[in-house]
């Protein structure tokens, strides 16, 4: 599998002060089977920042997923695809990431909008829910400042 980690690099973009990135994991939350995904993550930028994402082995090794980060409604966007060769089967985890925050953040700090999906046969797949998965604070690590 190919993994691509998003660094953001966005002109006028400011990182909340933190040093204990929250790791969050954006799921596909239904039985669904898909070849290709394409997700936005909504958050805002005042309460949280974006550390780092990372693709999942959900998809198997036969998978590309890739970031990009942009002037979103709420704040920041987090643009996500991913292309699985051997399918991505849900209800799954899709991809994980840390964002840093001064508070414990919440499901509700996230909004995750499917764009497209396609089955393994580049059929269009409708009705995926996704949303986020947040780890507990003691599942956490520091990091250095």
């Known amino acids: 599998?190919?993994?691509?980690?998003?660094?953001?690099?966005?002109?006028?973009?400011?990182?909340?002060?933190?040093?204990?990135?929250?790791?969050?994991?954006?799921?596909?939350?239904?039985?669904?089977?898909?070849?290709?995904?394409q997700f936005a993550v909504d958050?805002?930028?005042?309460?949280?920042?974006?550390?780092d994402c990372f693709?999942?082995?959900?998809?198997?090794?036969?998978?590309?997923?890739?970031?990009?980060?942009?002037?979103?409604?709420?704040g920041l966007r987090l643009n996500v695809g991913v292309i699985s060769i051997a399918g991505l089967d849900g209800p799954t985890d899709a991809v994980s990431c840390r964002f840093a925050a001064a508070k414990q953040?919440?499901?509700g700090d996230f909004s995750v909008t499917v764009l497209d999906a396609n089955d393994l046969h580049g059929m269009p797949v409708d009705g995926?829910?996704?949303?986020?998965?947040?780890?507990?604070s003691g599942a956490q690590q520091r990091v250095a400042p």
Do not use: H, K, Y
Not at 43 to 51: I, N, Q, T
Not at 128 to 136: A, K
């Open 1 to 37: 599998m190919l993994q691509v980690s998003c660094s953001p690099q966005l002109r006028g973009w400011r990182a909340v002060r933190s040093n204990l990135p929250q790791a969050v994991f954006f799921r596909v939350l239904n039985t669904v089977s898909v070849g290709t995904l």
């Open 43 to 51: 958050f805002d930028s005042a309460v949280s920042s974006l550390v």
């Open 55 to 74: 693709a999942l082995p959900a998809g198997g090794s036969e998978s590309l997923v890739a970031f990009n980060l942009s002037v979103g409604p709420r």
């Open 105 to 107: 953040l919440q499901e």
């Open 128 to 136: 995926i829910q996704m949303g986020p998965r947040l780890v507990t």
